[in-house]
């Protein structure tokens, strides 16, 4: 099993930057592929960034040049950094570690951009 806890989300104005966390636990040694979603009320979940554990990362066009995954091996901790936010980023934060036929989601974090 694995457990994922995400911290880091609040209010933030447009043009602001937050910082999202994601802590892991348990049998991570099995996880090949990390990653943040977001989902507003009504839509469906979508993918902000992947991570691999090589360290490839991708991610969604909206995202592209504002946003950074990252992984603290040592702290076991899932990282997104998000700058120059705009209101449509609003929205709950989902981390996700994917092992070999089963996936892993954390409770989610709320991220709100507004003035």
């Known amino acids: 099993q694995v457990q994922l806890v995400e911290s880091g989300g609040g209010l933030v104005q447009p043009g602001g930057s937050l910082r999202l966390s994601c802590a892991a636990s348990?049998?991570?040694?099995?996880?090949?592929?990390w990653g943040w979603y977001r989902q507003t009320p009504g839509k469906q979940r979508e993918v902000v960034a992947i991570?691999?554990?090589?360290?490839?990362?991708n991610y969604a066009d909206s995202v592209k040049g504002r946003f950074s995954i990252s992984r603290d091996n040592a702290k076991n901790t899932l990282y997104l950094q998000m700058n120059s936010l705009k209101p449509e980023d609003t929205a709950v934060y989902f981390c996700?570690?994917?092992?070999?036929?089963?996936?892993?989601w954390g409770q989610g974090t709320q991220v709100t951009v507004s003035s």
């Open positions: 348990g049998s991570i040694f099995s996880i090949y592929s």
């Open positions: 991570i691999t554990s090589g360290g490839s990362t």
């Open positions: 996700r570690g994917t092992s070999p036929g089963r996936g892993y």
